[in-house]
């Protein structure tokens, strides 16, 4: 098999990027040729007789909007003189234009753009104009690519909902949720105070872009206050965020602990007793996968894709991601039962060991099998 995937990204260490990345790994592994149209991949990836790279160069331009026109131009006219030359070609959303066999759905900007928490509706500026302007512009594009595509695969069965409501058949949506890590993110035990958290106290742990309330952070704190034994580890960009003043606010903020962007993810998730994410939208979220690795159990909301594969056995799933009152009973709930708290964190790695990088890829790579064998 000839295939062609087309993305900006192939590499771990990037949430699209991984997952093409171990896309092309599965396909390498089984003897099938790999042509890569992208901006930056793995150095690993060009140095491999079976893959051709084809770069795409952008980072010039001043804008992202700007950066994903421009690739999306490149990308088309190379395909134009080009595509017959594969058996597959795999696209992400909205990145290119032109007909695919394969579009991997990573976010659906309709969606996004109809939502309550959208940045154009909190931000009445410039940059919330910016915001608007870039999501319609995508919406209009993924339309027409999600249309043009054989099949599209969905992350999440949220995200394959709003596939749906875009007018995609149910029949040509199939749904493959991302991998973990699984060796990466395992339970364990970290040292507390190396990584500058505090020993001896329950710790939950947040991870998220903390600079707007589209992960819901605030509803989190809030909770907080009514749980006076649980201390909160937050990691994510302070600068810009207004989460540290609210929790000097509400008087938490020395059980609140921000720990800026961090790369030590795994080892903060030892840190921790549970996780805690009631993202009010999300695609499809790699950290809750990465936290049911890592043995937590997940406190989260419906509107985070990916949360229909927790069960009570390992989490919650709140209804409805405003529920303070909920948040708080869930915390308590997990604090005040350590027994109960030692079971759910066996179930989650449970669980989490069904959504292997390995066994996503090798989904995608069967996909990609079946659409070339004669009807």
Known sequence: MKLC?????????????????EVTQEALQRGHHVTLVASNIAPELQQHPQVVWIPIVVKQLPSQLLKELAFSWQTA???HYHRSDFDILQVNGAITSGASHVNAAHFVHTAWLQSPYHLSRQQRDAYGAYQWIYTAINAFWEKRAFARSRVVVAVSEKLKQELIQVGISTDRIRVIVNGVDLQEFSP?????????????????????????NRKNLDTVLSALVQVPDLHLGIVGETQGSPYPKLAAQL???????????????PDLMRTANLFVFPSRYEACSLVLLEALASGLPVITAVTAGGSEILTPDCGVVLIDSENVEGLVQSFKDLVN?????????????????KYSWAQMAQSYVELFEELIQPC
Do not use: C
Not at 188 to 212: C, M
Not at 337 to 353: F, G, H, K
């Open 251 to 265: 008087g938490i903020a020395t059980r609140t602990h921000f720990l800026g962007y961090r790369r030590d993810i």
């Open 337 to 353: 039962e350590p027994d109960q708290l030692i079971q759910m964190s066996r179930m989650a790695r449970s669980i989490a060991t």
């Open 188 to 212: 364990g035990i970290a040292d507390r105070q190396k990584l500058g958290l505090p020993q001896d106290v329950p710790l939950a742990l947040f991870v998220g872009d903390i600079r707007t």
């Open 5 to 21: 995937i087309v993305t900006h990204t192939v590499a771990k260490g990037d949430g699209q990027g991984r997952v093409n990345y």
């Open 77 to 79: 006219t190379w395909l």
